[in-house]
């Protein structure tokens, strides 16, 4: 299991407002390193409102949940900030994942960001 280290990274900067949730993934590593709480999400529906409101809203969860979670693909108010090499991902809605623009932003590996045409590997969809 890989650390959430660079996941937290990404939450401290989100709003204080917005919603963290996790769905079928411990959430005690980003909790900790992040120093916020976690909601942990028992089912798909309450995974996933804040997300498909638009809200500043983040969710850890496993990258083959998305599907199930009706986020494969990502709706154009979404991005996939990070993702660890054991499946973990974090999704990101609002103005996180905007950057204010309504525009997905560029998406992060491992909590650092990827730059257009600076060879950082693939991008994420």
């Given at each position: 299991?890989?650390?959430?280290?660079?996941?937290?990274?990404?939450?401290?900067?989100?709003?204080?407002?917005?919603?963290?949730?996790?769905?079928?993934?411990?959430?005690?590593?980003?909790?900790?390193?992040?120093?916020?709480?976690?909601?942990?999400?028992?089912?798909?529906?309450?995974?996933?409102?804040?997300?498909?409101?638009?809200?500043?809203?983040?969710?850890?969860?496993?990258?083959?949940?998305?599907?199930?979670?009706?986020?494969?693909?990502?709706?154009?108010?979404?991005?996939?900030?990070?993702?660890?090499?054991?499946?973990?991902?974090?999704?990101?809605?609002?103005?996180?994942?905007?950057?204010?623009?309504g525009k997905a932003a560029t998406p992060h590996r491992h909590g650092r960001p990827r730059r257009k045409g600076m060879g950082h590997g693939p991008a994420l969809h």
């Open positions: 299991r890989e650390s959430q280290r660079g996941a937290a990274a990404i939450v401290e900067q989100l709003p204080p407002h917005a919603s963290l949730a996790s769905y079928r993934v411990a959430p005690h590593a980003l909790a900790f390193y992040a120093r916020r709480s976690v909601r942990r999400a028992e089912d798909v529906e309450s995974a996933v409102p804040e997300l498909f409101a638009g809200a500043d809203a983040a969710l850890l969860t496993r990258s083959k949940f998305l599907g199930q979670l009706g986020l494969d693909p990502l709706p154009p108010w979404m991005k996939l900030a990070w993702s660890a090499g054991d499946g973990q991902v974090l999704v990101l809605s609002g103005s996180a994942a905007t950057g204010g623009s």
